[in-house]
């Protein structure tokens, strides 16, 4: 559903969020190896969680990214899937036609238009902080 780009950036939010916690900083390497993904690929995706505010980097020796831990709380997995999806998830066909709508719907259409505003409302309404606590206290994992 969601592109493995965006799989990694929210991956990678609840890991900075998680450290963050801690008043930690991380490299994008420790961030590359938590999320089993390739570095260069990783730091293109923490560009674009920069750009949209999500998380911050900080340059220099004690550099890396965080997130103010004020702010974690107000941080939506939304806010993550448009850094790095943009909106096409809410809007796309669920057979990929390209001329799918109201007017000329596919055969999953209107099913299809069921998934997307649930799928919508869970990402407006689940925040990092819930996704990082559940983590914290063993709840939940972010890798196997």
């Known amino acids: 559903m969601f592109s493995k780009a965006c799989e990694y950036g929210i991956r990678a939010s609840i890991f900075i969020a998680l450290n963050s916690f801690e008043g930690r900083r991380v490299s994008p390497k420790e961030i590359a190896a938590e999320i089993d993904s390739p570095q260069a690929f990783t730091a293109k995706i923490l560009q674009a969680l920069v750009r949209h505010n999500v998380i911050q980097s900080v340059k220099g020796a ?29 809007k796309g066909c669920g057979l990929g036609l390209k001329a799918c709508d109201e007017d000329r719907p596919c055969p999953m259409h209107d099913k299809f238009k069921v998934v997307r505003e649930e799928l919508k409302t869970m990402l407006e309404s689940t925040n990092l902080e819930d996704l990082a606590l559940d983590i914290k206290e063993g709840d939940t994992f972010l890798r196997r």
């Open 62 to 90: 004690y550099g890396g990214f965080e997130i103010d831990k004020n702010r974690i709380k107000d941080i939506k997995l939304s806010d993550i899937v448009d850094a790095i999806d943009g909106d096409n998830i809410y």
